[in-house]
């Protein structure tokens, strides 16, 4: 199994950015596909960005086209998410996920692992 810790949350302006990351360790990192998820107050988790195996392809949700960016170092076991132009709907709990398979997903069930979380927030 994988253990994800994710890192780089906090509060920013409205417009600014952020890079997350996400730590893994056990596992060979590199036979996971990898998601990143978030979770705002009272509502449900939703997808963000996926990246296959090797980081050839990736998949966003739509209302973060054309600002975040997801990608990651399999030498150096770490995903990250690069977030900009952030929008005070941008705040959210944001979690790294890992799954075994070889493509991009963006449904939680399809994921095994779960980091516990770092907090964005985006004040307007």
């Known amino acids: 199994q994988v253990q994800l810790v994710e890192s780089g949350g906090g509060l920013v302006q409205a417009g600014g950015s952020l890079r997350l990351s996400c730590a893994a360790s056990?596992?060979?990192?590199?036979?996971?596909?990898m998601g990143w998820f978030r979770q705002a107050p009272g509502k449900e988790r939703e997808f963000v960005a996926a990246?296959?195996?090797?980081?050839?392809?990736?998949s966003k949700a739509e209302s973060v086209k054309g600002r975040f960016a997801i990608s990651r170092v399999n030498a150096k076991n770490t995903l990250y998410l690069q977030m900009n132009s952030l929008k005070p709907e941008d705040t959210a709990v944001y979690y790294c996920?890992?799954?075994?398979?070889?493509?991009?997903?963006?449904?939680?069930?399809?994921?095994?692992?779960w980091g516990q979380g770092t907090q964005v927030t985006v004040s307007s």
């Open positions: 056990g596992r060979t990192f590199s036979t996971y596909a």
């Open positions: 990246i296959s195996r090797s980081g050839g392809v990736t």
């Open positions: 996920a890992a799954g075994l398979g070889d493509g991009v997903y963006t449904y939680v069930t399809y994921y095994n692992y």
